[in-house]
């Protein structure tokens, strides 16, 4: 057996790192700017990460398989870069709002509060939906999500790219 790793993990942890690193300062220069709450901003974020994941399987299509892959071999490489990708960005996520900024756990959880005091929601209900919101809005609830999102947005754009991309 060979000691060598598969050309699909070490493509994937190279893509990942790259989409990773490209979103890392996406996020930093948004918290320098102080925009980092702004949600219509922040969608900015998946059309880095489609984007890039779409560029990867083509990539890893032209360096690493010779220009030829099939559907499945695509869906896997862009599933896995996907991953790699989430993993990378939780652990950024977490250092992030652990080591950076950690006011905006609190900032985050106020605006929360005020979104359900403006639509309406009764005292019950906004503490009901605070005990819950409190859970998820935190460092490591917060790099779970990522985790989760990232790898299905990744995974549904691994879908279509490896239609667009495949070549027998």
């Not at 700017?33 to 901003?41: A, I, Q, Y």
């Not at 059309?47 to 220009?67: N, Q, T």
């Not at 006011?103 to 819950?132: H, N, P, T, V, Y």
């Amino acid at each position: 057996m060979e000691n060598e790793k598969s050309p699909l993990i070490s493509a994937s942890l190279k893509y990942g790192l790259i989409i990773t690193l490209a979103l890392a300062i996406f996020s930093l220069v948004l918290y320098m700017l102080d925009m980092s709450t702004n949600s219509k901003v922040n969608w900015i974020s998946y059309l880095i990460l489609i984007s890039a994941v779409s560029w990867s399987i083509k990539e890893y299509r032209d360096k690493s398989m010779g220009g030829i892959i099939s559907y499945s071999q695509a869906l896997g490489a862009g599933t896995m870069i996907s991953l790699f990708t989430a993993l990378f960005y939780a652990v950024f996520t977490y250092m992030f709002f652990t080591l950076i900024a950690p006011d905006m756990i609190e900032e985050m959880r106020l605006q929360s509060e005020e979104a359900l005091i403006a639509s309406g929601a009764s005292d019950d209900e906004i503490e009901m939906a605070m005990k819950i919101s409190n859970r998820f809005v935190s460092p490591v609830g917060l790099s779970l999500i990522v985790v989760v999102i990232f790898t299905f947005v990744g995974f549904i754009t691994s879908l279509i790219a490896a239609a667009v991309f495949k070549k027998d």
